[in-house]
C-alpha cells in the first residue's frame, strides 16, 4: 500500500477520495495529471503522484499565474497580475478521473483553477463555462453539446531542405473509401477502445476528405461534460498516435493545399426532458438569432488560432457567411434534420475547430444564444443556397484572426461575459500570435499548429 498522509487511513477519507484512491491503486496508476485548458488553446497540466494523491484532491498544485498569459509558443506575454508574482492552485474535479490506456501507469483529471483561498480565479476557462451554465439555467434551460472533431493521421518527417518538420499523411484514400478504414483500422481500433475506457461513447467514425484525414464523433452530453469530453479526445488521439509510431494533428489547416480540421460544435436545448429545438419556434429562433448576431465576435473563441482562418473560406464546407439554414453545410448554423422518428433536432455551428479552447468556445456560444432568446432576436430568413453564390448579399465572416479579434473586443456582452482579466489576458495572448505568424512564412505557421493542436 502507498503511503497516505500522515495519520489518515482510507476509510476515514471523503468517498470520492477513497474511490479514486482504490481506483488508482487496483488500475496501477502511479500519476495522476490535472489538466486545464489555457488561453492559446493548449492543454497543459501538471501531475499528482499516487503517494500523495490524497492531499492533492484537496489543495490542487501550485501554479504560476503567469501560465495563463503564454501563447501557443511559449511566449510569455505582458499582462497586468499574470506576471512573475502571484500563484493558483490546479485544482482536479474528482467526478472526471480516467485511466489513459495511451499511457500506462497515467490518469487524468480535468482541472479548474482556483486561488489559494479555494475561491474561483477570474482567468479560469473551466469556471467561463460553469458560470455561463449557470446563467443559462436561470431561464429554465440546460444544454446538450458534441463536438465533431475532424483530425489528420499520418507521420512527422524531418525536412530534406532542412526547414521545419513536415506531416506526411498516412494514406491518399478518398473520402469515406473503404481503402481509407483498411489503412487506418489498427489505429482506429485502438483510438476507440481507449476513448471508451474513458467513459466517451464513440457515436460514428469515417475517414473524411483530405489525405489521411479522419472524423470520430462522440456522443452529445451535458455542456461541462460534453467540454470536457474534448479535451480528453484530443490528448487521445495525439497519445494514441505516439505509441503506434505515428503522429495525428487537430490543427484547423495542417496542410495548406488539403481539406481543414473543424470541431462542429452540435447543440439542443432542454427544458426539463424537452428538447426545446423541436419546438421550431421563438426560442429555437432567438437563440440562432444570437449566434448570428454575435457570430463575428465568436469566431475569435470558437476558431482561436491563426491557423484557422485558412480553413474558413467560402466553398471549403466549413462556413464563411453569417446565414443558417436547414442541412446547409455551407450556412454557419446548420438547423440539422433529426435522424429517424426518435431522433432529436439539433444546430450545427460550423465555424469552430480544435485549436479553440473548448470551454470558452462553449461558454461564449452559451452567452450568444441566451442573448438572443432574451432579446428574442430574428435570425431572418434561412439560406437554402450555397452563401458565396449569392456575392454582396450575407454578411462575410472574419477572414483573419486579427479581425475576429477587433469584433469581439467591440462586442459588448462577450467581453462583459469574459470579465476584465480573462479577456484582457485572451487579447494579449491572441494578438501576440497573429504578430509572430505574421511575420514568418507559411511552413512555420504549419508546422507550429500541427505539432501544438
Same mark, same amino acid.
Given at each position: 500500500m502507498r503511503d497516505r498522509p500522515s495519520g489518515t487511513k482510507i476509510n476515514q477519507l471523503d468517498p470520492n477520495v477513497r474511490r479514486i484512491l482504490e481506483r488508482a491503486e487496483l488500475e496501477g496508476i502511479e500519476l495522476i495529471r490535472f489538466l486545464y485548458a489555457d488561453h492559446g488553446g493548449v492543454i497543459r497540466g501538471k501531475a499528482a503522484s499516487r503517494s500523495r494523491l490524497a492531499e492533492r484532491l484537496n489543495t490542487g498544485i501550485g501554479h504560476t499565474v503567469a501560465m495563463m498569459a503564454m501563447n501557443m509558443l511559449d511566449q510569455?506575454? &505582458? #499582462?497586468?497580475?499574470? =506576471?512573475? #508574482?502571484g500563484e493558483v492552485r490546479i485544482v482536479p474535479d474528482p467526478a472526471t478521473y480516467v485511466p489513459l490506456p495511451h499511457a500506462p501507469g497515467a490518469a487524468a483529471m480535468l482541472s479548474d483553477l482556483r486561488r489559494p483561498d479555494g475561491s474561483p480565479w477570474e482567468a479560469c476557462a473551466r469556471t467561463f463555462l460553469k458560470n455561463a451554465i449557470a446563467e443559462l439555467a436561470t431561464e429554465g434551460y440546460t $444544454?446538450?453539446?458534441?463536438?465533431?472533431?475532424e483530425f489528420t493521421l499520418g507521420r512527422r518527417l524531418p525536412d530534406p531542405t532542412g526547414g521545419p518538420d513536415r506531416l506526411m499523411p498516412l494514406d491518399d484514400s478518398l473520402c469515406y473509401a473503404n481503402t481509407g478504414f483498411d489503412t487506418a483500422h489498427d489505429y482506429t481500433v485502438k483510438l476507440i477502445h481507449a476513448l471508451e475506457t474513458q467513459g466517451m461513447r464513440v457515436e460514428h467514425y469515417h475517414p473524411e476528405l483530405g489525405p489521411g484525414q479522419q472524423e470520430l464523433s462522440i456522443r452529445h452530453a451535458p455542456a461541462l461534460r460534453a467540454a470536457d469530453n474534448h479535451v480528453l479526445f484530443r490528448e487521445t488521439v495525439r497519445g494514441v498516435a505516439l505509441r503506434m509510431q505515428m503522429w495525428a494533428t487537430l490543427a484547423p489547416k495542417p496542410l495548406a493545399d488539403q481539406a481543414g480540421n473543424g470541431a462542429h460544435?452540435? $447543440? *439542443?436545448?432542454? *427544458?426539463?426532458?424537452?428538447?426545446v429545438f423541436a419546438d421550431d419556434g421563438e426560442v429555437r429562433d432567438g437563440f440562432i438569432g444570437g449566434?448570428?448576431?454575435? $457570430?463575428?465576435?465568436?469566431t475569435a473563441l470558437t476558431c482561436g488560432s491563426v491557423n484557422s482562418f485558412r480553413r474558413l473560406a467560402p466553398r471549403m464546407w466549413s462556413s464563411a457567411y453569417a446565414v443558417y439554414g436547414p442541412d446547409n453545410r455551407e450556412a454557419a448554423v446548420r438547423v440539422c434534420s433529426p435522424l429517424g422518428e426518435t431522433g432529436e433536432p439539433n444546430l450545427e455551428l460550423k465555424p469552430s475547430d480544435s485549436s479553440a479552447n473548448p470551454y470558452l468556445s462553449l461558454g461564449a456560444v452559451i452567452h450568444a =444564444?441566451?442573448?438572443?432568446?432574451?432579446?428574442? $432576436? &430574428?435570425? =431572418?430568413?434561412p439560406v437554402d443556397v450555397d452563401p458565396d453564390t449569392?456575392? =454582396?448579399?450575407? *454578411?462575410?465572416?472574419?477572414s483573419s484572426l486579427d479581425e475576429a479579434l477587433d469584433a469581439l473586443e467591440a462586442d459588448e456582452l462577450l467581453m462583459e461575459a469574459l470579465g476584465p482579466l480573462r479577456r484582457s489576458a485572451y487579447l494579449a495572448v491572441k494578438r501576440s500570435e497573429a504578430a509572430a505568424f505574421g511575420v514568418k512564412d507559411v511552413s512555420y505557421e504549419l508546422f507550429n499548429h500541427m505539432r501544438v493542436f
Open positions: 510569455l506575454q &505582458d #499582462v497586468e497580475h499574470m =506576471g512573475p #508574482v $444544454l446538450q453539446a458534441a463536438f465533431e472533431p460544435l452540435h $447543440l *439542443s436545448l432542454w *427544458s426539463d426532458t424537452h428538447n449566434l448570428l448576431a454575435h $457570430l463575428p465576435a465568436l =444564444g441566451l442573448d438572443g432568446i432574451r432579446r428574442k $432576436l &430574428d435570425p =431572418g430568413a449569392r456575392p =454582396g448579399q450575407y *454578411s462575410r465572416l472574419p
